[in-house]
């Protein structure tokens, strides 16, 4: 007589300790319901608004407290791009499991998100969610296409040196149905590889629109108004200078997808109906 196979505890699939080193990634699981994993959250955080009540603030963006994670004894760590390969070496130096992800395309944003939810098992309900955006960006789209005039649109990540959107930020205008002056740009990865080097080519290229989006500090639209030459550019002349807040789209996860390209919308359908 053989005996029974001893019975297993249930166990939580995936990490269950998870630090989040950029905003998407916690945004993303809080989305997913499993905020309980995690542990530690970037001080940049604010979507949701409440993480930063319920979770330890253990790293800047190219900064870390390193010691502060380890007591953590985090299953993983998750983070994003080049910028914070010195983080991840660290932590992996010191035996940390660390996935950083380097998304740059809104494609790339859909398998990022999709590959989260199957680690921490809400695969059936990541896909649902992620539906419910590739269906709104689908009408975005749309009513794009019927728009009577789409406007060239300056995105300024930051301002000195200028430097112009990033890919997901240029694929999501074109989506809103404006035109990327510097869509050329868009394709580099590193924001150096993006620096208008010219900056009297952005006065040539005379966008319709500025949106501006400086990553850590508030967008002044009367200092694009008052440089050297712009006065004549459509968007100064026309007032049409615009903030969409870095936390809404230039975090590569939830925000952009939903927020930050339903701002772009608005911008861009507005000018439009003014200018058809």
């Not at 979507?47 to 009540?53: G, K, L």
């Not at 998750?78 to 660290?90: K, N, P, R, T, V």
């Not at 009513?143 to 930020?169: G, K, N």
């Given at each position: 007589m053989t005996s029974a196979s001893p019975s297993l505890p249930p166990t939580l699939l995936g990490p269950r300790r998870i630090v989040c080193l950029t905003e998407?990634?916690?945004?993303?699981?809080?989305?997913?319901?499993?905020?309980?994993?995690?542990?530690?959250?970037?001080g940049y955080t604010v979507?949701?608004?409440?993480?930063?009540?319920e979770k330890p603030r253990v790293s800047a963006f190219l900064s870390a407290r390193i010691d502060q994670i380890m007591a953590l004894e985090p299953d993983c760590v998750?983070?994003?791009?080049?910028?914070?390969?010195?983080?991840?070496?660290?932590l992996v130096r010191r035996g940390v499991q660390v996935t950083v992800y380097n998304q740059r395309s809104v494609q790339d944003i859909f398998n990022v998100l999709w590959q989260l939810a199957a680690m921490v098992d809400r695969a059936a309900e990541g896909q649902r969610l992620l539906a419910g955006m590739r269906r709104r960006l689908g009408e975005i789209a749309a009513?794009?296409?019927?728009?009577?005039?789409?406007?060239?649109?300056?995105?300024?990540?930051?301002?000195?040196?200028?430097?112009?959107?990033?890919?997901?930020?240029s694929e999501l205008l074109a989506i809103a149905g404006g035109e990327d002056c510097f869509a050329e740009l868009s394709r580099h990865p590193l924001g150096k590889d993006r620096i208008v080097r010219d900056p009297a080519e952005i006065v040539r290229r005379n966008p319709d629109i500025v949106i501006g989006s400086w990553c850590g500090k508030k967008f002044r639209p009367e200092r694009v108004a008052a440089r050297?030459?712009?006065?004549?550019?459509?968007?100064?002349?026309?007032?049409?200078?615009?903030?969409?807040?870095?936390?809404?789209?230039?975090?590569?996860?939830?925000?952009?997808l939903t927020d930050g390209v339903e701002q772009m919308a608005r911008i861009v359908a507005d000018w439009s109906r003014r200018h058809g």
């Open positions: 998407e990634t916690t945004e993303w699981l809080y989305l997913l319901g499993e905020e309980a994993r995690i542990v530690g959250i970037s979507r949701p608004r409440r993480a930063r009540q998750l983070g994003f791009s080049d910028l914070q390969a010195d983080i991840a070496s660290e009513a794009a296409r019927a728009l009577p005039r789409r406007p060239r649109v300056f995105f300024e990540e930051w301002d000195e040196p200028p430097i112009s959107a990033i890919r997901w930020v050297p030459g712009w006065a004549q550019v459509a968007a100064v002349r026309d007032g049409q200078l615009f903030e969409i807040k870095s936390a809404d789209i230039l975090q590569p996860g939830p925000a952009a």
